[in-house]
């Protein structure tokens, strides 16, 4: 059975320590990986997309990489602007399945 | 350039009451999508049109209907709402297969 499973659910950090959330998948033709954050009352915004085992992307103070199992999404000395729900989504040959998201608390 | 725009932000409805969600993008995009969102749940498929004039259930479609106006309108049709349909519901649209999703601001659901 196809499935994305997030994890932690919840993440407290302080703002300048980093590290890392994960999504571990198990579907059947993988076509894309995609990471989104979703800030309260909004709705979810495009990260980064991944096609292929050993892929990396960065954006600021985020990278993502993957593998042929998860992908995690590692954060460099956050901030409290970095606060949001992270959601994975795993695109296989015929559905988009989303995981149920990291929520992010970034503390001065 | 708008994006995603999605109406009512906010909604109450009796049991039983009808309602319809309007969505709205100006990217040119031919696929739309209807989700919803639950805590502790993934965001979940109702009904998706992959281009103008067609439109397939997802993977919740019980209770709702949609209606894929022209290219840039997809709205979500409830005819009878019940408890179990309160919910945030999200609109979204593709660029194109394998591509990222563009979503709308929301719409929160309460049914009473």
């Known amino acids: 059975e196809d499935q994305v499973t997030q994890s932690p659910e919840a993440l407290r950090l302080q703002e300048g320590e980093s590290s890392s959330l994960n999504c571990s998948y198990t579907v059947s033709g993988l076509r894309g990986l995609f990471w989104y954050r979703q800030d309260p009352g909004k709705g979810p915004e495009f990260l980064f997309t991944l096609y292929s085992a050993g892929e990396e992307k960065e954006k600021e103070r985020l990278k993502a990489t993957l593998t042929k199992k998860e992908s995690f999404l590692h954060i460099t000395a956050p901030k409290p602007e970095d606060s949001a729900t992270y959601l994975c989504a795993v695109q296989s040959t015929d559905k988009l399945i989303f995981g149920t998201g990291t929520r992010l608390q970034v503390f001065p | 350039n708008a994006g995603v725009t999605q109406t009512p932000k906010f909604q109450v409805l009796k049991t039983g009451q009808s309602m319809t969600l309007q969505c709205a993008q100006d990217?040119?995009?031919?696929?739309m999508y209807w989700y919803r969102q639950d805590p502790g749940m993934g965001l979940r498929l109702i009904y998706y049109s992959a281009s103008e004039g067609t439109t397939d259930k997802g993977e919740v479609p019980n209770g709702y209907n949609v209606s894929r106006l022209n290219k840039r309108e997809f709205s979500l049709r409830l005819e009878s709402a019940a408890p179990s349909q309160t919910s945030v519901y999200f609109c979204a649209s593709l660029a194109g297969p394998n591509e990222k999703l563009f979503f709308g601001s929301g719409t929160q659901l309460s049914v009473l």
């Open positions: 990217m040119n995009h031919n696929s």
